[in-house]
Nanobody
Framework: QVQLVESGGGLVQAGGSLRLSCSVS????????MGWFRQAPGKEREFVAT?????SKTEYADSVKGRFTISRDNKVYLQMNSLTPEDTAVYYC???????????????????WGQGTQVTVSS
């Protein structure tokens, strides 16, 4: 059984930084492309970033481009800089075997999800 566990969320002031981590168990980590998504209160879940199995391909939502960086070694990370209150959300990591070569921005392509970690940015 594949399980994903996020960590690293918390409360930070606007302009600050946080680093989220996500570990995968139950299957070889390099089998998966990984993605980060987020969901703010009253809003739909939205794509944040994706990375392929080797780390050679990444893609970002326009809203985080230049501020967030996705990377991986034996975990997947989301380095978040220059945070704003609009970044406040529950952040989820997700894993996709089918799109391991390219990554994918579509939440429907990820069968495995973590439980989420809260990120709150105060103004």
């Amino acid at each position: 059984q594949v399980q994903l566990v996020e960590s690293g969320g918390g409360l930070v002031q606007a302009g600050g930084s946080l680093r989220l981590s996500c570990s995968v168990s139950g299957r070889t980590f390099s089998d998966f492309a990984m993605g980060w998504f987020r969901q703010a209160p009253g809003k739909e879940r939205e794509f944040v970033a994706t990375i392929n199995w080797s780390g050679s391909k990444t893609e970002y939502a326009d809203s985080v481009k230049g501020r967030f960086t996705i990377s991986r070694d034996n975990k997947v990370y989301l380095q978040m800089n220059s945070l704003t209150p609009e970044d406040t959300a529950v952040y989820y990591c997700a894993a996709s075997f089918r799109y391991r070569q390219s990554g994918t921005i579509h939440s429907s392509e990820y069968p495995y999800w973590g439980q989420g970690t809260q990120v709150t940015v105060s103004s």
